[in-house]
């Protein structure tokens, strides 16, 4: 394929109509990574596509991002509060159409497929690691960790390395776990996993045995903020499991600032750290693990 491509494509599912944003590069890998991007609550795959920063990575390393849109802005998450859950909606099916989709226009590596999103679609990123790991080679968590009715049910189908961002002072998605502060309409009371029960319970399915290994990045700037990268190795697979902590972080995507009325975002959501680049940091991880199979079973 030649040409740069942007399309917003719909597909019925569920008896719904369903839709989902892809961009594709002027020189596509072929076969072609793809990662698929899912939208925090209230948000929309445009506002995503906006912030992400992933189109401009695309562009420059060749991969395809799709960005899908949820039921009424929310995903089915696991919490059982979103609009999505209350609709009944399968999002988890609907994810498997969209990339089912990618593939008949575009040759995709099926051992390169990746997930992503912050909040809401962070908390849905981990269902995906637990109902969907025979289709995502990895899933790159932000701001979210797994919603706590999912816990004791998750059985990945095979190992998935996992990369999770998170801001420690997040105001909305707590640390240590318990109920999800975000607004009533978008799931509120839903509980989830702390950060840290998260990624040991990642450790653990992908059977790690070394760390987690800690260490402090480099200061890009002194904005109240510092990253810690805790990394579990020693994993089956040729998976690992990485999270950033963000110290003085909220529940931003980082370094992304608000274009207009930082100081109000500030006060809502806390810092959006100026020492990490989350589209970087997802796409270096993912693009250094793909699935088993591909990397020699």
């Not at 990945?156 to 109920?179: E, K, N, T």
Request: aromatic fraction near 8%.
């Amino acid at each position: 394929m030649t040409g740069f491509l942007f399309a917003v494509i719909h597909l019925l599912s569920q008896g719904r109509d369903r839709r989902y944003i892809i961009h594709v590069p002027a020189h596509v890998a072929s076969p072609a990574a793809l990662v698929v991007v899912f939208h925090g609550g209230s948000s929309t795959p445009e506002s995503m596509e906006e912030v992400g920063g992933f189109d401009a990575l695309s562009d420059r390393e060749g991969f395809i991002v799709a960005y899908p849109a949820g039921i009424e802005r929310t995903w089915n998450d696991g919490r059982g509060t979103t609009e999505a859950a209350k609709a009944g909606v399968d999002d988890v099916a609907f994810v498997r159409q969209v990339v089912r989709d990618i593939e008949k226009y575009h040759i995709i590596d099926p051992n390169r497929i990746y997930a992503s999103g912050p909040s809401n679609g962070g908390i849905f990123s981990n269902r995906l690691g637990c109902e969907a790991a025979d289709l995502f080679a990895a899933i790159g968590p932000v701001i979210g960790t797994l919603a706590s009715n999912l816990a004791s049910g998750c059985h990945p189908a095979r190992p998935i390395a996992v990369v999770g961002i998170v801001g420690v002072d997040d105001p909305l998605m707590p640390f240590a776990g318990g109920g999800e502060g975000g607004p009533h309409h978008l799931g509120r009371g839903g509980r989830v996993e702390g950060v840290r029960a998260t990624q040991q319970m990642w450790a653990r399915f992908d059977s790690c045995t070394k760390g987690p290994a800690i260490d402090a990045l480099h200061k890009k700037t002194n904005d109240g903020t510092s990253v810690t990268r805790r990394t579990y190795s020693g994993c089956t697979a040729g998976t690992e499991v990485v999270w950033y902590e963000i110290e003085g972080g909220g529940h931003r995507w980082p370094p992304r600032l608000a274009t207009r009325g930082e100081a109000l975002a500030e006060k809502m959501f806390g810092k959006s750290s100026q020492n990490l680049d989350a589209a970087e940091s997802l796409w270096a991880f993912f693009k250094a693990h793909p699935a088993f199979s591909a990397a020699g079973k």
